[in-house]
């Protein structure tokens, strides 16, 4: 029992890394952004090739840091993902999201992302292959914490957990210290307002792509880190990723992250009593429970 909440709080941060992205999104273009779990792979991927490359040009970055399967090559990589990522997720935006959004037709939105989703995920099923790889092939032993209960974390774990967090802090620091932040939530709370009083739509609308695209790859490459690069990271992460943006509520930040630990802790902690084979349905069932009991999520707000 101890071993899955364990196991449940360190997914789960990866969860919230790529919820907070799209609950962003969702808010300020109301749309469902089904295409959000593919930046994941498109994070996850990119890491890989500067970490090969970063490799290459200097041999010396290949050292692994302390106990953990990550060179500083792939540190690096992971800097350089975020910003690839971000780009790609404005470009995306730019040739297809905006130019429907601009129409009004919201719901055409919904289905693009669609569309998106499976052209990311075949480019790069094209690009790299169907297959399964590593980062490195030098798999850390796990620690044993406690031996009453038994508790086993591998290192990668407990880094992309602190990593995770890390982020999660900076970002409410960003939002709650700056002047974007300001601006991003009058945006939220009032466009046409927001704009009468001088903030810029489009800038706004900009960094939040920005800022979901860099989650995203930090999530991707965290995922890949403590289990496998695969073209799929986006189609298995999708309903985890929108049942931690439902439960903690479209719009709410904290609320996104919070949802990600808590569907982190409910998939891991029902292998207690489910076979395995049934773990993918628990965010199903999450998002079912959530918009029967609390529609609006746990700290979402409700609309009229």
């Known amino acids: 029992?101890?071993?899955?909440?364990?196991?449940?709080?360190?997914?789960?941060?990866?969860?919230?890394?790529?919820?907070?992205?799209?609950?962003?999104?969702?808010?300020?273009?109301?749309?469902?952004?089904?295409?959000?779990?593919?930046?994941?792979?498109?994070?996850?991927?990119?890491?890989?090739?500067?970490?090969?490359?970063?490799?290459?040009?200097?041999?010396?970055?290949?050292?692994?840091?302390?106990?953990?399967?990550?060179?500083?090559?792939?540190?690096?990589?992971?800097?350089?993902?975020?910003?690839?990522?971000?780009?790609?997720?404005?470009?995306?935006?730019?040739?297809?999201?905006?130019?429907?959004?601009?129409?009004?037709?919201?719901?055409?939105?919904?289905?693009?992302?669609?569309?998106?989703?499976?052209?990311?995920?075949?480019?790069?099923?094209?690009?790299?292959?169907?297959?399964?790889?590593l980062y490195s092939p030098d798999i850390p032993f796990a620690m044993l914490l406690s031996t009453d209960p038994l508790i086993l974390v591998r290192p990668d774990q407990i880094f992309t957990l602190s990593a995770?967090?890390?982020?999660?802090?900076?970002?409410?620091?960003?939002?709650?210290?700056?002047?974007?932040?300001?601006?991003?939530?009058?945006?939220?709370?009032?466009?046409?307002?927001?704009?009468?009083?001088?903030?810029?739509?489009?800038?706004?609308?900009?960094?939040?792509?920005?800022i979901g695209g860099a989650l995203a790859a930090a999530a991707g490459v965290f995922y890949a880190l403590t289990n496998q690069i695969t073209p799929m990271i986006g189609r298995d992460l999708l309903m985890p990723v929108f049942a931690a943006t439902i439960v903690g509520g479209i719009g709410s930040i904290y609320g996104a992250a919070l949802g990600g630990f808590l569907v982190g802790l409910a998939a891991n902690l029902a292998l207690v009593v489910l076979p395995s084979g049934y773990a993918p349905s628990m965010p199903f069932l999450i998002i079912l429970a959530v918009l029967t009991l609390r529609p609006h999520g746990l700290l979402g707000v409700a609309r009229a």
């Open 1 to 133: 029992m101890i071993q899955h909440l364990v196991d449940g709080v360190l997914v789960g941060a990866i969860y919230a890394l790529g919820a907070i992205g799209l609950t962003m999104v969702m808010h300020l273009l109301c749309f469902a952004n089904f295409s959000h779990a593919e930046l994941l792979s498109v994070g996850a991927y990119a890491a890989l090739v500067f970490d090969k490359l970063f490799g290459a040009l200097a041999p010396v970055l290949t050292t692994k840091i302390g106990p953990l399967s990550m060179s500083f090559a792939l540190a690096l990589s992971v800097l350089v993902s975020m910003a690839i990522t971000a780009a790609t997720a404005v470009l995306i935006d730019k040739l297809v999201f905006k130019r429907i959004r601009e129409r009004g037709e919201e719901l055409s939105m919904v289905f693009a992302s669609f569309g998106v989703a499976l052209i990311v995920r075949n480019l790069i099923g094209l690009s790299f292959g169907l297959g399964t790889t």
């Open 164 to 210: 995770a967090l890390l982020l999660m802090v900076v970002l409410h620091l960003v939002l709650s210290r700056t002047t974007f932040g300001y601006a991003l939530r009058a945006v939220a709370e009032n466009a046409s307002l927001a704009q009468v009083a001088g903030v810029n739509l489009r800038q706004v609308v900009i960094a939040v792509w920005v």
